[in-house]
């Protein structure tokens, strides 16, 4: 069974702080997404990664796709409020089509 | 662009009764996917349609069903509801099938409670 473990699951933290979350799995993806889910509404994608050892920047958002394409990591700097939400990854194992996806990282950014 | 349409937002059901859920994708998106998501679970994919039929299906029981319209909208349902069942429902569209040259859009979701 394909599983792709997120940690930490819960994040508190102070605006201004750094912060890096993490999406491991045994198994190779061709590609990996990230969305990122606010209360009361549906996950939107905010990167996906194709490429092993690939990094992607969004604003203070960076990317990373491990060079094996088992793991990718999320790292934010000068975490805003407006950051807050639950970050999901989800692995596309290429064949069967469905995504992988972890139960997310629940970051809650306090003013 | 309008986003993906999901309708009702809030059900409350009785053990036993059958619920419909409605999503409208994206204009000229033609792939739908179901997912189901629980705290405990996460998102659990139930089923995806493409062009009307049924391309892919998780592990779920023959009470959940869902179809596919020719103008691509979807509907769910799901009968004899559990209280296990009691989650919130989430449609995606893509322009093709799921994939990484295709990325969801989801709805804002139908939160289902069963009693």
């Known amino acids: 069974t394909q599983l792709l473990e997120q940690s930490p699951q819960f994040l508190s933290i102070q605006e201004g702080e750094n912060l890096t979350v993490y999406c491991n799995s045994s198994?190779?993806?061709?590609?990996l997404q990230w969305y990122r889910q606010e209360p009361g509404e549906g996950p939107v994608l905010l990167v996906t990664v194709v490429t092993g050892g690939e990094v992607k920047k969004l604003k203070r958002l960076t990317f990373q796709f491990g060079d094996a394409r088992k793991d990718s990591s999320l790292h934010i700097t000068a975490a805003q409020p407006g950051d807050t939400g639950l970050y999901l990854c989800a692995g596309n194992a290429g064949n069967n089509r469905k995504l992988i996806w972890g139960l997310g990282t629940s970051l809650a950014v306090n003013p | 662009k309008a986003g993906v349409t999901q309708t009702p937002r809030y059900l409350i059901k009785t053990r036993g009764q059958q619920v419909t859920l409605s999503c409208s994708p994206i204009?000229?998106?033609?792939?739908v996917s179901w997912y189901q998501q629980t705290p405990g679970q996460g998102l659990q994919f139930l089923f995806e349609?493409?062009?009307?039929?049924?391309?892919n299906k998780g592990n779920f029981p023959g009470r959940f069903s869902g179809r596919q319209f020719s103008n691509s909208r979807s509907e769910m349902n799901v009968s004899t509801l559990e209280l296990g069942d009691s989650a919130l429902y989430l449609c995606?569209?893509?322009?093709?099938?799921?994939?990484?040259?295709?990325?969801?859009?989801f709805g804002n979701g139908t939160r289902l409670t069963v009693t």
């Open positions: 198994s190779v993806f061709s590609s």
């Open positions: 995606a569209s893509s322009v093709g099938l799921t994939g990484y040259n295709s990325p969801l859009h």
């Open positions: 349609y493409f062009s009307e039929t049924q391309r």
């Open positions: 204009s000229g998106h033609r792939s």
